[in-house]
């Protein structure tokens, strides 16, 4: 039965983002920090997989401990890319930037102080909570309606997707919404072909739109960058024509628009 393979993948998907979550509290560890957050992303795509099932389910309001955790680690993982992306710059280049590589570290530091202070394990208990409202929901459903239901949660997402991106003018906005979108569709077609019989043979399809959403996330690492090397600039009342900075800052816009 379906409902079984949710609540299992409920469970996988939550003694995954608990370890991570812990490597990432304790060790500050850089796959943890990601791996926690991109967990978490997909069982956000579950949950609203789940209220598309049955309205009765309040994604927003059982998701919060969860968003809750990810917003506190949002700040760390950005840095942290920041820091390996200036790393790449520094060794593409052959610069020296150690002023801009100590304020990402100074902003690293803090902002895993923020993270330890607004991330404790008492948060992450919390998140068990949500297993027996999702027992609870899926049993007031049919195995054929809710195939129906999730594939049609899973049309609705892949045709916004296709609307957004068929926009003769992609401006930022517009591709981060596709950003957001191609990750959601990728992780709700992952739950129904693991709690589902369902998608079966959509292999290149997820290959294709996993890369949609790595690439987009690549453009907006380095979207990301220039507003890091602007603070920085300002900060230290530098000017983005001097050099090294005039480099770095003309590499990052090459690398976002390829």
Not at 59 to 67: G, Q, T
Not at 93 to 110: A, G, H, P, T, V
């Amino acid at each position: 039965m379906f409902q079984k393979k949710m609540v299992k993948y409920f469970n996988k998907k939550l003694k995954s983002i608990k370890f991570n979550h812990a490597l990432a509290l304790e060790q500050n560890d850089f796959d943890g920090v990601h791996d926690l957050r991109v967990d978490i992303k997909r069982m956000k795509a579950f949950f609203n997989l789940v209220e598309s099932l049955n309205p009765e389910f309040n994604s927003k309001n059982k998701f919060k401990y969860f968003r809750k955790i990810t917003k506190s680690a949002g700040g760390l993982r950005d840095v942290q890319v920041q820091q390996k992306l200036a790393e790449d710059i520094k060794n593409a280049l052959s610069l020296e930037i150690y002023e801009y590589e100590s304020f990402l570290k100074d902003i690293e530091i803090d902002n895993l102080e923020s993270f330890r202070n607004n991330s404790e394990r008492e948060l992450v208990n919390k998140l068990d909570e949500s297993e027996k409202a999702i027992k609870g929901i899926l049993k007031k459903i049919s195995q054929i309606a809710a195939e129906t239901k999730a594939q049609g949660r899973f049309y609705n997402l892949n045709n916004n997707m296709i609307l957004l991106s068929n926009d003769n003018n992609l401006e930022e906005e517009v591709l981060h919404k596709v950003r957001i979108l191609a990750k959601e569709t990728h992780y709700t077609i992952e739950v129904i072909q693991q709690c589902f019989s369902l998608f079966a043979d959509t292999g290149d399809f997820v290959k294709k739109i996993k890369k949609v959403h790595q690439n987009l996330g690549k453009w907006h690492d380095y979207e990301i960058s220039r507003a890091y090397l602007s603070d920085f600039l300002k900060k230290t009342g530098k000017s983005s024509s001097s050099e090294p900075y005039h480099n770095v800052l003309q590499f990052i816009k090459k690398e976002k628009t390829s």
